[in-house]
């Protein structure tokens, strides 16, 4: 009997391995061990690093002596509250502004609509670095031209705005974030079925209980996520609290974390024990808004098949609310690239007037042009994203096929791992990585390789996005019909899938590339002296020397081929939805 | 109850131009009544009812419920859509996904400004009405657990709490599937009757409007092409849309030969023959026309009186077989009772033969 069993039982194990041995699960296997490499080793290091004794050998002996030191060298309740304070003011700002220009983009006929949509784009991606130094620019006490401009006028003797404050500091990250809110919210705009209000109306409720009792009830979920999403990525931010927050003394989590690796010696345990009370934070943040976005999920309801957005028409009110918006951009997106284009233009702080017009000079192009520095940033820069982008474009795609379509049953775990990230701060992400590498035997520790390392890892959450809602929107008869036909995978591969997801995915390249090139927050933890990225070099520029002008030309210089960019994503989503 | 007077609603399309949604609609409903808009998409039907509901202000023109002015132009009157005192049903059923069952037939008590409503008579009144709609007892469950024919009695049950003058139904049935749809179809009919109440609905399918209506205004391009009763639109067509959209038809196009007044019987000359037709539209000697007869008005039998065919295809459709018979170039589609004795098999012979009160002739509007 039991020798029956085994020979039984034999073929079967053997049809099993040969199972595991198919391409399919070997790509899967292949997919979730590069994933959870890039995922953990870099937590793992931040867990490491802080439980351990910092020596200049590298991590010690176990210790929490690192917690007790962060938390009371950095007074961590000044530096909760700070945090606290900037991250849900932006958001609250961020909110109301991007709450607005969804509105009126989505809901309403005001003429300009698609304009809007792109300077949300546009303001979304330029470098944050670039506009907090326009901002300084703009309302330092000293230096801010629209300050000298309004001493003069009205003859204070004091500078009516100071950008060095906790309120300069909400204004200037949220001018930079609100197109991020913007897009958010739209699709819940969008998908808010306006016969739902109308149904109100018939029923005879006033616009107050429309809006009260139908309209917020139903956006709530989407009014939760988006604030939640908001505060993290306000927790997360780094550049406005590393240029205004530092000199104001207002510091918050990440560049206390940035100043504890930059001090010499540098102590590494005291930045990963801040590191991961902060990881914490955004972790739950995170889950939040994973629970809150899956709740905005459960309220689809039935939408009939004649069912088309109908805008609210603003009658005559649709010119005023036209040009409240665009003076919004005007001023949120208008006046740093402005201030930034009239610097470029001038070595030392000049506000804008007409009678300084013929001082003007080319010479801080010439100079930012000839810099070989600049220049080896911009090498590295343009390497790094073009790579990023393409790594990450070709794993998520494969990832998120597999999830998809082969091998359903563990597509979950695929999906999980290349969100985590999200839930990383990117300075954290940096010092992690930094961590990791410093302690493991793998040489790229001040080579560019450990920036696109931590690059990938971060951009994995975008990419899987673009990826997998290109894949869900392709009906999976669309390749059967080409299997029946008989081509090979291969040939459905190529011949149907990559055709019809080349806008999707190259969008999602383009998008990748954007965020990599403006990066700062993870980079000052690893670039090297030849390994500086455009967003390293130009925050030494700013701070080290080197003319406004000088430092402004390098902003315009970076800003022209992104808004190029932005002009070719645009193109791209409009052909993606004209096929829907 | 609603009186509508030469009624116009433009909409602005791409560019400057103007869409001409509705163009001179005039309609009149009886206390009680079932008045359907029935059309292609884009024919102005779903406009007019937003129109009567107050969701869109009309260019020009009328609207009076229970003699009271919604909307005169020519005054410049408008009152607000919560003033009107209607109910509405709407395509997508609009269900508050954020309330249960109970809140959302609740909502229209509860935010009404001609009297408030106590807790007592709000649970009592909810209750008619769910149990009108049978749906007695699911008052607790949430609106998004509902199936979509529950969903769709329940936005029939916050239309009806308020004890409107007046229920719109904007496709109500196109969501649900075919089974379903029938069923409902009677139910509707049944509540309509029973409660007595008046109503305007909008629909694409023929086959509702048929069933449901006590009159039917027929759409096109904005405007209405034949108002009249479920069976005079079905057996008198005047133009060759309705009796294409209505039912289903053949046309024989030709001239013709000894004209008659409207309704009376003249003579018109196809390809397939001179036939005796009744006429619909008063045409000249000569012109061109269209004779419009519908599959089952056709006599088929294998020998006798007619014109000669060919049968190309046969369908069983259970109670009837629907033919396909060739008349000399042109193929005309011929319902008959399935009865075995009449069976006629494909490749037969026929004869087949034109009442001539069933044989309508109507100005060709495709050559025209």
Partial sequence: MAVADTVEHRPELLSRLAALLRPWPLLLIACTVAAAWLVFVPVAALFYTAFTEDTPFGPGAFTLANFVRAYVDNHILRLLWNSVVFALGTGVVTFLLGGIVAWVVERTDAPGRGMFHTLALLSFALPGLLTTMAWMLILS?????????LKNLFGFTQAPFNIYTMTGMIWALSSHYFPLAYLLMGP?????????????????ARTWQVATRVTLPLLRPAILSTMLLLFVRGLESFEVPRLIGMPARINVFTTEIQSATHEVPPHLGVAASLGMTLLVICVVGVYLYRRATANAEAFATVTGKGYAPTPQRLGA?????????????????????????????????????????????????????????????????????????????????????????????????????????????????????????????????NTIWILLIAYVTMYLPYGMRFTSGGIVQIHRE????????????????????????????LAGWLYVFVLAVRELSASIFLAGPGTHVLGTISLTMWEEGGSYGAVCAMGIVQIVPLVFIVIIMRRLEERVSARR | MLRIEHLFKEFAAVGNAKVAAVQDVSLNVPEGKLLTLLGPSGCG?????????????????????????????AHGVFVPPAERGIGMVFQSYAIWPHMSVFENVAFPLRVSRTRRFNSSEIVAKVKRALETVRLGGYENRRATQLSGGQQQRLALARGLVGEPRLLLLDEPLSNLDAKLREQMRFELKHLQTTLGLTAVYVTHDQSEALALSDEIAVFNQGRIVQ?????????????????????????????????????????????????????????????????????????????????RGTITAKVFLGEVIDYLVSLSGQEVRVRHRARREYDHAVGATVMLTLPSDKALAMVDEKSA
């Fill in chain 1, 478 to 505: 669309l390749e059967e019909v080409a299997e029946v036909s008989g081509a090979s995978s291969p040939q459905i591969f190529g011949r149907v899938l990559l055709p019809l997801l080349a806008p999707v995915l």
């Fill in chain 1, 141 to 149: 006490p000293n230096i801010g031209w629209v300050n000298t401009e």
């Fill in chain 2, 45 to 73: 039907k779903t406009t007019t009812l937003r129109c009567i509901a107050g969701l869109e202000r009309p260019d020009q023109g009328r609207i009076e419920i229970g003699g009271r002015t919604m909307f005169d132009a």
């Fill in chain 1, 317 to 445: 009110w649709r010119w005023p609310v036209s040009i409240l918006t665009m003076l919004m951009f005007i001023v949120t997106l208008g006046l740093p690239l402005f201030t930034l284009a009239w610097q470029s233009l001038f070595r030392n702080a000049t506000p804008p007037s007409l009678s300084v017009l013929g001082n003007m000079t080319v010479d801080a192009y010439r100079y930012v042009l000839g810099y070989p520095v600049f220049l080896n940033a911009v090498k590295n820069s343009v390497f790094l994203g073009a790579m990023a982008a393409t790594f990450v474009i070709a794993i998520t795609f494969i990832m998120a096929w597999l999830a998809q379509r082969t091998m359903k049953r563990y597509g979950w775990v695929l999906d999980s791992l290349t969100f985590m990230p999200i839930a990383v701060p990117s300075v954290i992400m940096g010092a992690s990585v930094l961590f990791a590498y410093l302690v493991l035997p793998i040489p790229v520790y």
């Fill in chain 2, 227 to 307: 108002l009249g009763s479920p069976l005079d639109i079905y057996r008198h067509p005047n133009s060759e849309f309705v009796a294409d959209f209505v039912g289903s038809t053949n046309f024989l196009r030709g001239s013709v030969r000894a004209t008659a007044p409207i309704g009376a019987v003249g003579q018109v000359e196809t390809a397939q023959g001179t036939f005796a037709c009744t006429f619909a539209a008063a045409l000249a000697e000569g012109a061109k026309t269209v004779v419009s007869i519908r599959p089952e008005d056709i006599g088929i039998a294998a020998d006798g009186e007619g014109v």
């Fill in chain 1, 188 to 204: 819940a705009f969008r998908v808010l079925d306006i016969r739902m209000e109308e149904a109100a109306v018939i029923s005879g």
